[in-house]
């Protein structure tokens, strides 16, 4: 294994933590830089153990523009949660989804299980013991084959072509 994988087992997790570091600092000090960088490689080298197979990013530009829908969709379910949840509760229609998976990496699947739960509105419930499929509570669903259409077309096409 090479010095520098050594020292950075995850080059990519430790830039990131190193930007999260910086972003809730809100401050680029001396003090900071440091501080943040010595959680940025220690971190990473503390949990290499427990990646299973190394992180790599096939398509980066794919990945941002994942990150961008994500975000967007976040945003616009708050308002639509927000409106369900104020208006009847006749009118929910909650309902559970059994989406089948077509990524296979765990980290994929780990992926668009947050994914999922960090939108409002749905949930990832359980994933199978096979991980062909991955079971979804959704607040508000009336066509379930459509929303398992748009899961797979917005989240886990992406990270499909991200992680394979």
């Known amino acids: 294994m090479s010095l520098l994988r050594q020292a950075l087992p995850h080059p990519l997790l430790s830039l990131t933590l190193l930007m999260l570091w910086l972003l809730l600092n809100n401050s680029l000090s001396t003090g900071q830089l440091l501080l943040g960088g010595f959680w940025a490689v220690l971190i990473p080298r503390l949990t290499a153990a427990f990646w299973p197979e190394s992180v790599r990013i096939r398509r980066p530009g794919v990945l941002l523009r994942f990150v961008g829908i994500v975000l967007r969709d976040i945003l616009v379910a708050?308002?639509?949660?927000?409106?369900?949840?104020?208006g009847p509760v006749e009118a929910l229609r909650p309902g559970f989804m059994r989406i089948p998976l077509d990524v296979q990496s765990p980290l994929a699947i780990s992926l668009l299980a947050?994914?999922?739960?960090l939108t409002p509105g749905t949930v990832s419930c359980d994933v199978s013991p096979d991980r062909r499929f991955l079971l979804v509570h959704a607040l508000h669903v009336t066509d379930i084959e459509a929303e398992i259409r748009q899961i797979k077309s917005r989240y886990e096409r992406p990270l499909q072509e991200v992680f394979t």
């Open 114 to 117: 947050n994914t999922i739960s």
């Open 78 to 86: 708050n308002f639509i949660v927000a409106r369900r949840i104020l």
